[in-house]
């Protein structure tokens, strides 16, 4: 793991598992209103990401969390602190304009958890992305990406990079898992 800028954490995640024990540690610390935006290339572990932190939310390692690629968005209720919310696990890698983009993220409410996967593809961020709000930019990216070759093992796991960018409270809180 390093520290990147001035807000940015790199975290380096040589497999699956570890990318599943980051996210569980993301999901232990989610509350209503949180975003969680997911960048990056296809097969980066943004998927993945999520199906761990809703599985570790839920506690239940089976719960099916398919990827919304065309459903768009898939509601996830939780309990946090004996109350009832839901997780909004949103795709929009489909979507080709921005108002489409914008008409996704504004429904449902804003008190939902949204955790969005291909956000980069919004050309107005601040719809997701507010100054001061409680969210993370995590962008996914493999490491030594043009080394992997067809010859690979079949078990063979390239190496991931998360770059993290907290904003509001997700501040401290990246800064206190980073450590």
């Known amino acids: 793991m390093r520290r990147v800028a001035k807000s940015g954490f790199k975290f380096i995640v040589p497999t699956v598992g570890h990318t599943r024990r980051l996210s569980q540690i993301f999901g232990g610390r989610i509350v209503e209103g949180d975003v969680l935006g ?3 290339g296809l097969a980066t572990g943004k998927t993945e990401f999520t199906r761990a932190l809703l599985r570790g939310v839920h506690n239940d390692p089976h ?5 919304p690629t065309f459903t768009l968005a898939v509601p996830y209720p939780i309990q946090i602190q004996s109350r009832s919310a839901i997780i909004q ?22 008190t939902d958890i949204k955790i969005v996967e291909w956000a980069d593809k919004l050309t ?26 067809l010859d690979e093992p079949e078990d ?23 450590r």
């Not at 969210?135 to 493999?142: N, P, T």
């Not at 063979?156 to 980073?178: H, M, N």
Request: charged content about 25%; hydrophobic content about 35%.
């Open 38 to 40: 997911l960048m990056g």
């Open 63 to 67: 719960l099916s969390v398919p990827s």
């Open 89 to 110: 696990h949103i795709d929009l890698y489909r979507l080709d304009t921005n108002q489409e983009m914008e008409d996704i993220l504004k429904h449902p409410a804003h």
């Open 124 to 149: 107005k961020e601040t719809i997701l992305f507010p100054e001061g709000g409680n969210w993370c930019k995590l962008y996914f990216s493999l490491l030594d990406e043009d080394k992997i070759s």
């Open 156 to 178: 063979f796991e390239p190496q991931r990079q998360i770059e993290v960018l907290p904003s509001g409270r997700w501040e401290g809180i990246v800064e206190a898992i980073y």
